[in-house]
């Protein structure tokens, strides 16, 4: 029975696993039955290395990598063994591949672009919340992305002339003094970065940004669903079923450099009116218009 090497930052959910089973049984891959999936996940992105390493040594037949964290210490650890990645990035710019189309190596997957749709969030929310002169953004240092994704807030900031507060959390202890530093400096708003941490304890940050009536827009659909004011950004169940069905075709014998890295074809806007009433919003008509989905 082929294993697969499933490797994580941050933990994993059983949603995102259902979605990844079901890409799998598209190509005849049922777990238990036909294929063995051993999932090695940690929140501390520096065991990352070992733990890949770990995975080779067990000679899995393809590693899963999901997060960009996962995908470079997968890439550093295997030069030989398949690797399907699923990412919020770019991952040219990342260097996991050097073409999209035709990915050289022993990598491919999928990305959902998160971090260019940081601009569009930010106008997103300022056209929700216009009061918020100063818009704070939470990240995770930890990742290696979080560097180009400051970068990328800030040049989004400077061209529609919003100031913002850049704020850090790189663990779970981090979230209570990231948000009493957003409420001391009068943050009107939050932007919540793409981070596997970060999405893992989104209960936790809407639980906050609740508490201290903060309006906040998310990456995944999921964190409004729970409570949060707003998200925009790719489906990431349709993310993990495609990354699912890349790990199934490598095992029926496809190589990665003949599957193109997968994009996402649509971006959901959600907004949830119940939470937006709670923290006294007026949704604008427009963006009601432009919503996919409302929350009542």
Request: proline share 6%; aromatic share 6%; hydrophobic share 45%.
């Amino acid at each position: 029975m082929p294993v697969i090497g499933l490797l994580r930052a941050g933990q994993m959910d059983e949603k995102r696993l259902t979605a990844l089973r079901t890409g799998l049984s598209e190509l005849g891959y049922v777990e238990g039955h036909n294929v063995a999936i051993e999932l090695h996940a940690t929140e501390q992105y520096d065991r990352l290395p070992a733990l890949a390493s770990e995975l080779v040594r067990r000679k899995v037949a393809v590693i899963y990598a999901s997060s960009l964290p996962a995908a470079l210490a997968a890439k550093a650890a295997t030069a030989t063994i398949p690797i399907v990645f699923s990412i919020g990035g770019d991952p040219i710019e990342a260097g996991l591949v050097t073409s999209m189309s035709r990915p050289p190596g022993n990598l491919t997957g999928v990305t959902t672009f998160l971090g260019e749709l940081l601009p569009k969030r930010l106008e997103l929310l300022r056209e929700l919340v216009p009061s918020a002169t100063l818009i704070g953004v939470l990240l995770n240092p930890s990742n290696p992305n979080s560097e180009a994704r400051s970068r990328d807030v800030q040049e989004a900031a400077r061209t529609i002339g919003q100031r913002i507060l850049l704020v850090q959390a790189g663990n779970e202890r981090d979230f209570v003094s990231a948000f009493s530093t957003l409420v001391q400096q009068r943050a009107g708003a939050l932007v919540v970065i793409d981070d596997p941490l970060l999405q893992f304890h989104s209960d936790q940050i809407v639980a906050l940004a609740g508490h201290h009536a903060l309006p906040a827009i998310y990456f995944f659909r999921l964190d409004t669903v729970n409570g949060g004011l707003m998200s925009y950004g790719a489906n990431i169940e349709d993310q993990y079923r495609q990354a699912g069905t890349y790990v199934g075709r490598i095992l029926k014998g496809e190589k990665p450099a003949d599957l193109p890295v997968g994009q996402p074809t649509k971006f959901e806007l959600v907004i949830n009116l119940k939470t937006a009433k709670a923290l006294g919003l007026q949704v604008p008509d427009r963006l009601l218009a432009l919503a996919d989905e409302v929350i009542e």
